[in-house]
C-alpha cells in the first residue's frame, strides 16, 4: 500500500489543473485499501517498483474503472493504457460487456484513444467530469 499510495499522491499532483483543488482538501489524496484488499486492483511494476495501478468495482453488469494512476516518471510510455486492457481482459473474462468511468477533462483525449466514448457531463467534487463507456470487444 505505501508504493500505491505514493504512486497515487504523485500522480494527482502532477496535473496542474488539480493540484491546487487537492492541497486544499487533503483528504482527497488519501487512497482507501478497500480495492486492494478486495482483489479488485492491478499494479503496473518495472523492476521491483511500482509504476502505476488500476482499480475497478463491478456495479451491476458493468465494470466502473475506480483509478488509473501512473507515476508521473514513467507517464507517456504506454503504462495506462496497458493497465485499461488488462481491465478490459478482466471484464471480458468475467462476462462484462462495458467498462465505465468519469474522467477529468484533461483525461479525455487518453481515454478517447484507448476506446472510450464520451458520454454525459457530470458534476464532480472538483468541477465538471465526463462519463465514458467503452464496449469490451467479445
Known amino acids: 500500500m505505501p508504493a500505491l499510495r505514493e504512486v497515487f499522491r504523485r500522480s494527482s499532483l502532477s496535473n496542474e489543473h488539480d493540484r491546487v483543488n487537492l492541497l486544499a482538501h487533503p ?17 503496473a511494476v518495472a523492476g521491483d ?14 465494470f466502473e474503472l475506480e483509478d488509473l494512476f501512473v507515476d508521473p516518471d514513467s507517464m507517456r510510455q504506454g503504462v495506462a493504457r496497458a493497465l485499461v ?3 478490459v481482459a478482466r471484464a471480458r473474462d468475467d ?11 484533461h483525461a479525455l483525449g487518453f481515454y478517447t484513444k484507448v476506446g472510450f ?6 458534476e464532480t467534487t472538483f468541477g465538471p467530469g465526463f462519463r465514458m463507456r467503452l464496449t469490451v470487444p467479445s
Open 49 to 62: 517498483h511500482i509504476i502505476g495501478f488500476a482499480s475497478w468495482a463491478l456495479c451491476g453488469d458493468t
Open 85 to 87: 486492457q488488462d481491465v
Open 117 to 122: 466514448v464520451v458520454g454525459h457531463e457530470v
Open 95 to 105: 462476462g462484462i460487456r462495458q467498462v465505465e468511468v468519469t474522467a477529468n477533462p
Open 27 to 43: 483528504e482527497a489524496l488519501e487512497l482507501s485499501d478497500l480495492a486492494v484488499t478486495q482483489g479488485r486492483t492491478r499494479a
